[in-house]
Every structure is written in structure tokens, then in C-alpha cells.
DNA sequence: GGGTCAACTGGACTCGCAGTACAGTCAGGA
DNA sequence: TCCTGACTGTACTGCGAGTCCAGTTGACCC
């Protein structure tokens, strides 16, 4: 188990590099088989189709992505305990994360699926939907916890705000694939904290 | 001429609806023909192949993009000679055009075709790069404008927050599209255009 | 009225890829 | 020893992209 990958893995690590790199439809079974070194006969026995390999990788791409999440916010809240600050600390993290990948972050799979969804079933749909609606939620909380001590200086939506976080993410990351560039999203997100700093900074409340 | 919309239009026509709708590879050429009503060869005496199509839709998608954006600006010039509050009256105008197409926005041919890429010769990918750039370069001369009548309250990469308008469309109409929602990219838009309030307002130079 | 050209039609073919089917192999555990 | 899970290998169907090309049709030109 550690010596050796598990061949499912091992798919799923294939063909995610290869479908952030160039889509699903243009990435063949016949190269994840040839990169997995398995036969095809190997692959379907376990993925019945394209549709399940997409569902698992979309399955663990949400689940490492929430992972992320939670450590990059646990790692901030330790640094100090202030929600407003904890935000902006994790947000400065998420920042450098993304800037320190050398090739340049892999890419969303949720933009990728969200861009070619008649491919896939309801159901790899619907986990997309999730994810986002999760992170809504989650963002959504911390912005309400930093608005119960610092007063926004523009009313703003709350779900929208949230949102956000992952909107200015996938928006990035859009613009660094099409532009070539290294660090877009990046700077998105440290413009996001701008505005976060603008919206609540120095408004205490009493 | 009026009549008759000519073919290679129709062909446009009818392949962006259904690659906006499915994604450019799930189109298949069999379906355009179809529904534009002429033989398979009729396609490719228009178009050598699918990559041509694609750089003949983004061509016609980014012209009619920036002459969307010129129109709007224009508009809101009319209304408002401040530069800055040309800007927020031309952010509102295009939130609500957004708002106001009824089956949601389209989505955006940029995003579709940045994360399917390697579907692409090189001649595509650098159309969707001049695009970005392009609307960069509008944006950025925007706010330069602005920032003279207005001393931004937080220092700001000026072509970082000109890639925002283009990342905070481009989020959100990933959002819309994931989520099945209808205002995700007005919204967010809205929340953006927030951002500009705090960031210039009631810091007019003397 | 004949010639020419652009804009097609229609059919036949190749090729690559998804997906199916299934028979056989092989290692490890009960 | 037998069984089972995890494969291999091969052969086949079907679809869509792209090629080739011969033929048609209508408009305009002389």
C-alpha cells in the first residue's frame, strides 16, 4: 500500500493531471491505461465508464480541495484569533499556496465540469453543485462571525460574499489558463482581501 | 441578405448555442449540419475543420463582447461624466443586462475554451489571450482615470484589478453554471462594484 | 444561350476512440 | 484445493471527425 499505488489511485492520479492539462473529452482512456500501465480491460473493471472515472476524481478533487480549506483556516486561526484577521491570514496563505505551485495550479475541475456538463450525469452535476454550495456556506459563516465585530461599511449579501471566495478562485484561475500567466489567481485573491480590509477594517463594533 | 441569414452565420448561430450549452466537444458536426440544414460537406466548404469553427466563434464572440462593453460605457458616460461614477453606472448597466437574459447568461466562450485548450491550435489560444489582455488594458485605463480624481484608500495592482472585472464575470458565470442559478454573475458583479465604492469614494483629491 | 464560378449536395471511405464481451491468468486467503 | 478479486488480451460494434470527390444549382457575365 505504500510501495505500491493502488491501481484505482493510480488512474485517478493519471487522468487528473491529464484532464486539468487538457479537458476530459481530449484526454483518451487509452492514454490513462498506457500512463497507469494497466490494460484497458483493467480500467473498466474499475470505472464502468468515462462518467464514473469523472464522478471519482470530482469526488476526491472536492474532498482535498475541503481539506484544504479547513487546514489553511485551522493553520490561520492559530495565528490569531480575531475572525476578521484569521480570514485575512487564510486568504494570504490560499495566495501563496496557489503562487507556489511551479507549474501553476492544476486548473478547478469544477470550472472544467461546470464548462462541459452534458458529458456527465446528473449526478457528477449535482456533486459540483455541492461542493460550491459547501463552500458558500463555510465562507458565508466566517464572514458572518467577522460582521459581529466589525460593522460593514456597505451592506453587502452574505451568500453572495460567499460565493465569492470561490467565484474571484475560479475566475482566476480562468484568466491564468487563458492568459499563460503565473499568478492571477493569486492576485485575485489578494485583491478579494483588500476588499475584505475595506469592507470591515476599522469599524469596531462597541 | 436579410432574408436569408447566410450560411456560414447560421452555422455560427446554431454551433454557439449548443457548445455554450454542452461544451465544444460534446457538439458534434452531425447535430450543427442538422440544424442548420445543410450536407456535412456543405460544413466543410465553410470550415476546414472544428478548430476552425472555434476561432471563427471566439472571433465573433470577443467582437461582439467589446462592442457590448463600448456601448455600455458609452451609455454611462452620457449619464455621468465622473470617471468613477461612469464606472459604477456601467458595472450596474451590465449586471442588469446579465439579470435580464432570460434563460441566464450564455456563459462565456472564454472559459470553455481556456479549459479545453489542447483542443486548440495555437491561433485560438492566443485570440482568447489578446481578449483578456484587451479588456486588462480597457479596465486598467479606467481606473487609472479614476485613481486621479480619486486616491485609492488601499495601494492596488492597477492591471490586477483591471483582470478583476474579467475574473469576477468569469467566476461568476462558472458559478451559474454549476449552481443552476440565475444571478451568480450579477451578483457578483454588484459585490464588485462595492469594492470600487470603498476603494475611491469620499477620497476625491484636492 | 453558353460559360463560369461559388455554394453547395451526397456518398464512400479511413481513422481514432468509447464501450462491450468474454475467455484466460495469477496471487493470496479460507 | 478451490475461490475470488484484480486484472490481461483480443476481438468486435458504433460513432464522430475528417478526406475525397463527382455532381448539381443558381447567379451573373459576355
Redesign the interface.
Known amino acids: 500500500m505504500d510501495q505500491k499505488v493502488d491501481t484505482r489511485s493510480r488512474i485517478l492520479n493519471i487522468a487528473e493531471a491529464a484532464v486539468l492539462?487538457?479537458?476530459f473529452?481530449?484526454t483518451s482512456i487509452e492514454e490513462i491505461v498506457a500512463g497507469a500501465e494497466i490494460s484497458r480491460g483493467g480500467f473498466f473493471y474499475h470505472f464502468k465508464d468515462k462518467n464514473a472515472l469523472a464522478r471519482a476524481m470530482l469526488e476526491r478533487y472536492i474532498n482535498a480541495e475541503n481539506a484544504l480549506y479547513d487546514d489553511l483556516f485551522a493553520r490561520a486561526r492559530e495565528l490569531n484569533d480575531d475572525p476578521l484577521h484569521c480570514m485575512l491570514i487564510g486568504l494570504k496563505l490560499l495566495a501563496e499556496m496557489l503562487e507556489e505551485m511551479p507549474t501553476g495550479h492544476p486548473?478547478c475541475v469544477?470550472?472544467?465540469?461546470?464548462?462541459?456538463?452534458?458529458?456527465f450525469d446528473e449526478g457528477v452535476?449535482d456533486l459540483?453543485?455541492q461542493a460550491?454550495?459547501g463552500w458558500r456556506k463555510r465562507f458565508r459563516g466566517m464572514f458572518e462571525e467577522i460582521a459581529q465585530v466589525y460593522e460593514p461599511?456597505?451592506a453587502?449579501?452574505m451568500d453572495?460574499?460567499g460565493?465569492?471566495v470561490?467565484?474571484?478562485?475560479?475566475?482566476?484561475l480562468?484568466?491564468q489558463?487563458?492568459?499563460?500567466e503565473h499568478n492571477?489567481a493569486s492576485?485575485?485573491i489578494?485583491?478579494f482581501r483588500?476588499?475584505l480590509?475595506?469592507?470591515f477594517a476599522d469599524k469596531q463594533r462597541p
Chains 1, 2 share one sequence.
Open positions: 492539462e487538457k479537458g473529452e481530449a486548473g469544477i470550472a472544467s465540469t461546470a464548462y462541459q456538463d452534458r458529458l452535476r459540483n453543485r460550491i454550495l461599511r456597505e453587502v449579501n453572495a460574499l460565493d465569492m470561490s467565484g474571484v478562485v475560479e475566475g482566476g480562468v484568466l489558463r487563458a492568459l499563460r492571477n492576485e485575485q489578494m485583491l483588500t476588499y480590509k475595506l469592507l
